[in-house]
């Protein structure tokens, strides 16, 4: 997939539901990369600041940074996921998950998965 097919990928998994509010949608690209920041705010209050950026290499692409911040409407962290080189201590580093006050091993999750483990937060029942 090329980076263009995917930030439309991204801002259509975004546009793709009525019951959240996209509050912010940005999208820097030049010919050797991009970034996508986002901001969504679901049914309880609860947000989603969303940033990926993304470079060319030899016609592929390559993300060099990514966060998914999940937070309550208080501010609170419920979960992250990002790629910033400050746990060496985690077997999948870089890549790692906040959830609330811990740190645990993980891979950079695709965007519907995350909003996949905010339904499963939300709608719960």
């Not at 970034?35 to 679901?42: Q, S, T």
């Not at 998914?68 to 400050?86: K, M, S, T, V, W």
């Not at 006050?101 to 339904?119: S, Y």
């Amino acid at each position: 997939m090329n980076l263009y097919n995917y930030l439309v990928r991204l801002e259509r998994i975004l546009k793709s539901r009525n019951d959240w509010i996209l509050r912010d949608l940005q999208v820097y690209a030049n010919p050797t990369g991009a970034e996508f920041n986002a901001k969504v705010e679901f049914p309880d209050g609860s947000l989603l600041h969303v940033i990926e950026a993304w470079i060319i290499e030899q016609n592929s692409i390559r993300c060099v940074h990514y966060t998914y911040h999940y937070q309550n409407r208080e501010g609170d962290l419920i979960f992250r996921y990002d790629n910033a080189p400050h746990h060496p201590e985690i077997e999948t580093y870089p890549e790692h998950k906040h959830v609330a006050a811990r740190v645990v091993a993980a891979r950079r999750p695709d965007l519907a998965e995350v909003l996949r483990e905010i339904d499963d937060i939300i709608y719960k029942e």
